[in-house]
């Protein structure tokens, strides 16, 4: 069983548009990470969401960690060829040597310019 | 500021032959280390972490494990490679447990 579920698995959308991809789970999670990996590198670090119900903006994207803290999206603007990368969420559990991050399997984002 | 390195970016490995990966860290003292594993269409599977020198935790019981000889230095090793491990493996740091991770960009392993 996936802890966190992702989804879309893959989008193939125009530059241009709008786009939202999620990150879902039961279980509540202490924090939630957004990273963007590109092909043949490792992820990247976009955000982190820590409060149940917060919203963070990174120029386009648009970070939403859900009140329950079990869920999160990731909303793109306008979206470019450069936003092109696999979109991973990781949540958070536990503390001190109990400490789990599990990632999602995580979205492929394709934009065509 | 903090960097780390992976090497060798790509390696094509037979069946039954030994593996070695090496990560360092540069710009930090004293990180946490892990080794993760993405398999093609996957997330990322956590296979082992380090708090300090000598101090190895392994996630996923299999033919691989790690060392971690000196500070800054994280070793993934096999003595015999399976085809099921062929993948992207990625090292990573933090400084604080509950911090976001630092990634290496990752060796491609193929084992044919």
């Known amino acids: 069983t996936q802890l966190l579920e992702q989804s879309p698995q893959f989008l193939s959308i125009q530059e241009g548009e709008n786009l939202t991809v999620y990150c879902n789970s039961s279980?509540?999670?202490?924090?939630l990470q957004w990273y963007r990996q590109e092909p043949g590198e490792g992820p990247v670090l976009l955000v982190t969401?820590?409060?149940?119900?917060e919203v963070k903006k990174l120029k386009r994207l648009t970070f939403q960690f859900g009140d329950a803290r079990k869920d999160s999206s990731l909303h793109i603007t306008a979206a470019q060829p450069g936003d092109t990368g696999l979109y991973l969420c990781?949540?958070?559990?536990?503390?001190?040597?109990?400490?789990?991050?599990?990632f999602g399997k995580g979205t492929l984002l394709t934009v065509n310019p | 500021s903090q960097t780390i390195h992976q090497w060798p970016a790509t390696l094509v490995q037979p069946v039954g032959s030994p593996l070695s990966l090496e990560c360092t860290v540069e710009?930090?003292?004293?990180?946490?280390l892990y080794w993760y594993r993405q398999a093609a269409g996957r997330g990322l599977q956590l296979l082992f972490y380090?708090?300090?020198?000598?101090?190895i935790s392994s996630e996923v019981p299999q033919n691989l494990s790690a060392s971690r000889p000196q500070d800054r230095q994280f070793i993934l090793s096999s003595k015999k490679l399976l085809l099921s491990d062929s993948g992207f493996y990625l090292c990573?740091?933090?400084?604080?447990?509950?911090?976001?991770?630092?990634f290496g960009n990752g060796t491609r392993l193929t084992v044919t």
């Open positions: 990781a949540g958070a559990r536990g503390g001190g040597s109990n400490y789990k991050l599990t």
């Open positions: 969401v820590v409060t149940g119900g």
């Open positions: 279980s509540v999670f202490s924090s």
């Open positions: 710009g930090t003292s004293n990180p946490n």
């Open positions: 990573a740091w933090n400084g604080v447990v509950h911090s976001p991770l630092h």
């Open positions: 380090s708090v300090g020198i000598g101090q």
